[in-house]
């Protein structure tokens, strides 16, 4: 129980990663807190768990969030910063609202909480902010347009975070693959076929499958915990090798 007597906060707690996120963190006696937009499905029924219904993209609902964690669980020590869309476009036909809710959402969500918590976590003696990002902040698809700029901007944003709050405060991005979420199930099911599309998927990944949330709150879980504490500033691909070849996970041609 690595964990015990310390509080995560975790937004888009509710589903894919950051639930996968929270329960690891839970199982290892943390005390978690979810923020999500959509309504709590309380899982565990336990003073340990706290969910917030919040927009994070939203700066008087994060403070107000941040203020009820705070009444709850008293300090916080690590912030998993983790809610995230996909729209689909290029530049040419992504329109001014969709590009503004990715960046809202994937990016301006990560600075409010972040500007908001890590003073807690800085009372709290010190701690840990995880940026999920995205393999895409380093290759990207065609037709997501914003959502692999915000995806990029999040190392950025991670480097500022680990340089001006070091060495109370250390901040890590860990970016997957293909993960199995609704997020990317939904982006299958937009295709006429989407076992294709996930046929495609586990094919770009040499390690011959998709991911699971498990295999990247694993890795976040771990970039929390004191033995990864010479870590700051960096990036930790969770992508199956997607990228290291031209082949993904076919044999050569
Ligand atoms: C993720 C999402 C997925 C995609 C994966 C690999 O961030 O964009 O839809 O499959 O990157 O590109």
């Known amino acids: 129980m690595d964990f015990k007597n310390k509080t995560v906060v975790i937004t888009g707690g509710g589903k894919g990663i950051g639930e996968a996120c929270a329960k690891v963190f839970y199982d290892?006696?943390?005390?978690?807190?979810?923020?999500?937009?959509?309504?709590?499905?309380?899982?565990?029924?336990?003073?340990?768990?706290?969910?917030?219904?919040?927009d994070v993209a939203d700066e008087a609902q994060v403070k107000e969030?941040?203020?009820?964690?705070?009444?709850?669980?008293?300090?916080?020590?690590?912030?998993v910063n983790n809610a995230g869309i996909q729209r689909y476009g290029t530049v040419t036909d992504t329109t001014v609202?969709?590009?503004?809710?990715?960046?809202?959402?994937?990016?301006?969500?990560?600075?409010?909480?972040?500007?908001?918590?890590?003073?807690?976590?800085?009372?709290?003696?010190?701690?840990?902010?995880?940026?999920?990002?995205?393999?895409?902040?380093?290759?990207?698809?065609?037709?997501?347009?914003?959502?692999?700029t915000a995806k990029t901007a999040i190392l950025g944003l991670t480097r500022s975070i680990a340089i001006d709050f070091a060495?109370?405060?250390?901040?890590?991005?860990?970016?997957?693959?293909?993960?199995?979420?609704?997020?990317?199930r939904k982006s299958f099911s937009m295709s006429p076929d989407p076992e294709a599309v996930l046929q495609e998927c586990i094919d770009m990944h040499p390690i011959g499958r998709i991911g699971t949330p498990v295999d990247v709150a694993e890795v976040v879980k771990f970039v929390c915990d004191d033995k990864a504490g010479f870590i700051t500033g960096q990036y930790i691909r969770v992508d199956g090798g997607l990228g290291i070849t031209i082949n993904g996970s076919k044999k050569a041609d």
């Open 167 to 184: 060495p109370s405060v250390r901040c890590v991005a860990v970016c997957p693959g293909t993960i199995d979420t609704p997020m990317v």
């Open 97 to 148: 609202d969709e590009w503004d809710i990715v960046m809202n959402v994937n990016l301006k969500s990560y600075f409010l909480c972040a500007k908001h918590i890590i003073p807690q976590i800085q009372s709290a003696g010190g701690g840990v902010v995880v940026n999920v990002a995205s393999v895409q902040a380093f290759v990207s698809q065609r037709n997501v347009a914003a959502y692999t």
């Open 28 to 54: 290892d006696g943390a005390n978690v807190a979810i923020l999500d937009k959509d309504e709590p499905a309380q899982l565990y029924n336990d003073n340990r768990w706290f969910e917030v219904q919040c």
């Open 65 to 79: 969030a941040v203020a009820k964690v705070m009444g709850h669980f008293g300090a916080i020590h690590y912030l």
